[in-house]
């Protein structure tokens, strides 16, 4: 999301200041007029709030861009399919990727950094192929540490309040798509790590609000079950 970008950059131009051999290049890439992703321009405003300063800043052509993803996706067979939207938004975010590492070709020992966060990556709420990448900077820290974070690192206080989420075609936050607060991810995944099944049932608290981390619980496992594949790599033999 746009705070966990905000965040991977900023400590990344700290990196820079200690090692004059690296070099910062952020990169961002709007899509633009298309139904499978929403509020591109205000998510673009965002981004230029942090890196418009920035002299290695590049931004591909955004017309072209946007109008590249709508050829290839028109070129699809069964691109009418009631699932359209989604299917659009995919493609969309699998375009960034491959901008991303043709950039980076330009470059002698470049990589691409990528903003997974402990919180999505514990749930699988990332892209399988589209958030992974070279290297990752912020996977040991919760959302709530990532905005602690922001708020150190001073990022524009738009971004801070911004509401999370991934601009998808339904407009739903990443909490109704993960049908639980990031909070609340982090407390179970706490509990988890360091409460075994009797432990957890001497913790003092109501039966009621007990009941409901049970709930919470079981859909916390069931979602790590649903997305355990982009975990690994699995070979056919």
């Known amino acids: 999301s746009r705070i966990d970008s905000a965040v991977t950059y900023k400590i990344l131009k700290i990196i820079e200041t200690i090692n004059c051999k690296l070099t910062i290049h952020p990169v961002i890439i709007p899509i633009v007029d298309s139904t ?11 981004a230029k709030l942090v890196v418009a300063e920035d002299s290695n800043l590049i931004v591909p052509h955004i017309a072209s ?6 050829l290839l996706f028109n070129s699809l067979p069964g691109c009418s399919h009631t699932n359209k939207h989604f299917q659009k938004g995919q493609l ?3 375009i960034r ?26 749930t699988g709420f990332f892209g399988k192929k589209t958030d992974t990448c070279d290297l990752q900077l912020l996977t040991h820290l919760y959302k709530s540490e990532v905005f602690a974070l922001a708020k150190y690192l001073e990022i524009p206080e738009l971004i801070i ?8 075609f339904s407009g739903a936050t990443d909490e109704q798509l993960l049908n639980m607060s990031y909070d609340i991810i982090q407390l179970i995944d706490y509990l988890l790590t360091n409460c075994d099944a009797a ?30 594949h982009k975990h690994g790599i699995y070979y056919c033999v």
């Open 36 to 46: 499978g992703n929403t509020e591109q321009e205000e998510a673009y405003k965002l």
């Open 65 to 70: 861009v946007s109008a590249a993803s709508n």
């Open 92 to 94: 969309d975010y699998w």
């Open 97 to 122: 990727p491959l901008l991303f590492y043709t950039i980076t070709s330009q470059y002698e020992n470049s990589i691409v950094c990528g903003t997974i966060n402990k919180s999505e990556l514990i």
């Open 161 to 168: 309040k911004a509401i999370p989420k991934g601009n998808v």
């Open 199 to 228: 432990d957890f049932k001497k913790l003092k608290i109501t039966s009621y609000l007990k009941g409901q981390l049970v709930e919470l619980w079981e859909n916390f496992e069931a979602l790590k079950q649903i997305t355990a």
